[in-house]
């Protein structure tokens, strides 16, 4: 077997004399040379009349002291692990007061300390196989047991033993909700629906005001188309120009107002009665316009618009 020194060096924390190459080799050869005789001498170290294997384990032992490598404490364990099983066979081999140690010998001897009473067969004589112990059979052996071993007192509670019961559980009483009273529940529906009506209304006020407006600026001048941008943008508030929107969508979705396309800008003319088809036959188009703050500049600037052609309607104060 080769000795690769250089390979695994030692980690940090570990000083320069337990990493020396070739300390460490010196070790692993004398180790490699334990382990040679032992699996060479094997039949000698199981001999009980020699302490050869004894021999071999204290100059382990020496050799251990230096080991601060992986590799080395592996060689370490392998010589262990034959130590080991020459040292099982070898105790298997044991003889006390001359006989040889003889397990079903020493159960025998067990149950007999321990009061097996074996029973009688037909014939009267004793039962060799079966029997029966006493109750306190395993605790006779235990305490026989103890001089064997050096154990540390039992625990046992000063006051008696604690028996911990978790706590009877509470009746949860519940607490009846207070029911609305019937004027509440005939108030509540109606202030909602009052709300929606009111909301509504204003919406339609809103929709027929601005279409007077635009009805009231094509009236003054049928040929002059009207920009739907320089119509619905109001320079001086977003918030307006984004309820004409809104409010003009219904315009167009009535049928009352059309939308058409002059040099590439959009348009936005009344629908004259006779246009107008029943029933909504016409083929409409939908579109969807979204606007931010910037794009609302950007159309100001470049339409020019000074004034809103939809004044904001009247706050009547109450």
């Not at 251990?64 to 099983?85: G, Y």
């Not at 635009?214 to 309820?243: C, K, M, Q, W």
Request: charged fraction near 30%; proline fraction near 6%.
């Amino acid at each position: 077997m080769g000795d690769e020194d250089e390979i695994g060096a030692g980690p940090s924390g570990i000083s320069e004399e337990d990493d020396d190459p070739t300390r460490r080799r010196e070790i692993r050869s004398k180790y490699r040379d334990l382990i040679n005789q032992v699996q060479q001498n094997r039949e000698d170290m199981l001999n009980p009349a020699n302490n050869k294997l004894t021999d071999v384990l204290e100059e382990a032992n020496k050799l251990f002291a230096n080991v601060r490598q992986a590799r080395e404490a592996a060689l370490d364990a392998q010589l262990l692990v034959l130590a080991t099983d020459l040292g099982k066979e070898k105790a298997s081999q044991l003889h006390a007061e001359g006989s040889a140690f003889d397990p079903s010998a020493f159960a025998e001897h067990l149950l007999s300390f321990m009061g097996l009473n074996r029973l009688e067969d037909e014939s009267g004589q004793d039962g060799n196989l079966e029997g029966y112990l006493p109750q306190d059979a395993w605790q006779r052996l235990a305490k026989r047991s103890e001089y064997c071993f050096k154990t540390a007192p039992s625990f046992h509670y000063m006051l008696g033993s604690f028996l911990a019961e978790p706590p009877p559980p509470r009746q949860r009483v519940e607490r009846q909700r207070k029911a609305p009273s019937k004027e509440a529940k005939r108030i509540m529906p109606t202030q909602l629906k009052k709300m929606e009506e009111s909301h509504q209304e204003a919406t339609e006020k809103e929709v027929e005001r601005i279409f007077g407006w635009l009805r009231g600026y094509f009236a003054d001048d049928s040929e002059n188309h009207i920009s739907y941008y320089e119509f619905v943008v109001d320079p001086n508030s977003f918030s307006r120009t984004v309820e004409n929107i809104f409010h003009t969508s219904f315009l167009i979705r009535d049928g009352l107002v059309r939308m058409y396309m002059d040099d590439g800008l959009p348009c936005i003319a009344p629908v004259e009665e006779g246009e107008i088809e029943p029933g909504g036959a016409a083929v409409r188009h939908q579109c969807v316009i979204s606007i931010s703050q910037e794009s609302w500049r950007e159309i100001i600037e470049a339409f020019d618009i000074k004034d809103a052609l939809i004044p904001a309607p009247e706050v009547s104060s109450q």
